[in-house]
Structure formats: structure tokens, C-alpha cells
């Protein structure tokens, strides 16, 4: 299985009256964002399945991976993904459409670093993400903890 981890673009500020669950992509954010969509669609990527944390910078972002990317089906809106979760929580969540073969996680960190370090059987968190980087860990489905293998990592600063 083909699991891609996207963090969500640049978001408005914290702080002020707006709700961190309610915080919007910038602009720039989702011309970063874009930018990264645009290259992970030339390298043929294609979700068949996108899972999304439901804060609003979260699922905007996966909004956006869907239009570039071509995908068609539902968006999920998932806890397993929201800040305070666990890799592990990740993890059972995936594991449940083990039939997929690529599946698009987006969330936040250092959650999804840790999910990144999860999948690739570490046992502390190596990864740290840059707003709207994209990775793809190539996963088999099986139970018990996973043992992936790192195909790619791009972030909005390569070009």
C-alpha cells in the first residue's frame, strides 16, 4: 500500500478570536501547497482514498490534493488525525482500509512526523515536516506494527 503524508499548507495565525480548529490556509499557503500537488501529479500520484484531520487547514489542504490529484471519492474527516492523536491511533485507522492501495493521510505535526517515523519502524520520531510537504512510504498491510520503506519527500522549497 501507497500511504502519503501531507501536512496542511501555511494557515492564518494563532491567537486572536479565531479557534485553532477553525484556522484557514493563507493564500501562500495554498500556492505552496499547490505547488507540491502539482509535482506529486506529475509523478503519477493518485489516492484512492484521502483521510483528513477535521481542522479546517487540514481538510482545505486535502480539498486541494484532490483537485490536483484527481480524486473523486469522499474526503474522510478522521480524529485519528487531529493534533493529539497518536502514530498508532494512525495506524488502526489505516489499517482499516487495508484493501486501498494509496491512501493520502493529511494532518498536522509533529503528528504526522511521527506517523512518518511510525511507519518506517523507528521507535522515536526522525521526521519533521514543513507546511504542505508530501511524503510516500510504500507500507504492507499486515497487522502488528508496520515496516515501510521511504520512496520520496518533497516540501514546497524544491523545485
Same mark, same amino acid.
Do not use: N
Given at each position: 500500500?501507497?500511504? $502519503?503524508?501531507?501536512?496542511?499548507?501555511?494557515?492564518?495565525?494563532?491567537?486572536?478570536?479565531? +479557534? #485553532?480548529?477553525?484556522?484557514?490556509? !493563507?493564500?501562500?499557503?495554498?500556492?505552496?501547497?499547490?505547488?507540491?500537488?502539482?509535482r506529486a501529479r506529475k509523478a503519477?500520484? =493518485?489516492? !484512492?482514498?484521502?483521510?483528513?484531520?477535521?481542522?479546517?487547514?487540514?481538510?482545505?489542504?486535502?480539498?486541494?490534493?484532490?483537485?490536483?490529484?484527481? $480524486?473523486?471519492? !469522499?474526503?474522510?474527516? !478522521? +480524529? +485519528?488525525?487531529?493534533?493529539? =492523536?497518536?502514530?498508532?491511533?494512525?495506524?488502526?485507522?489505516? =489499517?482499516?482500509?487495508? =484493501?486501498?492501495?494509496?491512501?493520502?493521510?493529511?494532518?498536522?505535526?509533529?503528528?504526522?512526523?511521527?506517523?512518518?517515523? $511510525?511507519?518506517?519502524?523507528? #521507535?522515536?520520531?526522525?521526521? #519533521?515536516?514543513?507546511?504542505?510537504?508530501?511524503?510516500?512510504?510504500?507500507?504492507?498491510?499486515?497487522?502488528?506494527?508496520?515496516?515501510?520503506?521511504?520512496?520520496?519527500?518533497?516540501?514546497?522549497?524544491?523545485?
Amino acid at each position: 500500500m501507497e500511504v $502519503y503524508l501531507l501536512r496542511h499548507g501555511i494557515a492564518e495565525e494563532r491567537g486572536g478570536s479565531i +479557534a #485553532d480548529r477553525s484556522r484557514a490556509l !493563507t493564500p501562500q499557503g495554498r500556492r505552496k501547497l499547490e505547488s507540491v500537488l502539482r509535482r506529486a501529479r506529475k509523478a503519477k500520484v =493518485s489516492p !484512492t482514498l484521502i483521510l483528513s484531520s477535521p481542522f479546517r487547514r487540514a481538510f482545505q489542504s486535502a480539498e486541494v490534493a484532490a483537485e490536483l490529484l484527481g $480524486y473523486h471519492g !469522499t474526503i474522510t474527516k !478522521t +480524529a +485519528a488525525l487531529q493534533p493529539g =492523536s497518536s502514530a498508532e491511533a494512525v495506524w488502526r485507522e489505516v =489499517s482499516k482500509h487495508a =484493501s486501498e492501495p494509496a491512501i493520502l493521510l493529511c494532518g498536522h505535526e509533529p503528528l504526522l512526523g511521527e506517523v512518518f517515523s $511510525y511507519l518506517l519502524g523507528a #521507535d522515536r520520531a526522525l521526521v #519533521d515536516l514543513r507546511k504542505g510537504a508530501l511524503g510516500r512510504i510504500d507500507v504492507e498491510p499486515a497487522a502488528g506494527k508496520p515496516r515501510g520503506r521511504l520512496r520520496w519527500l518533497l516540501t514546497a522549497g524544491v523545485s
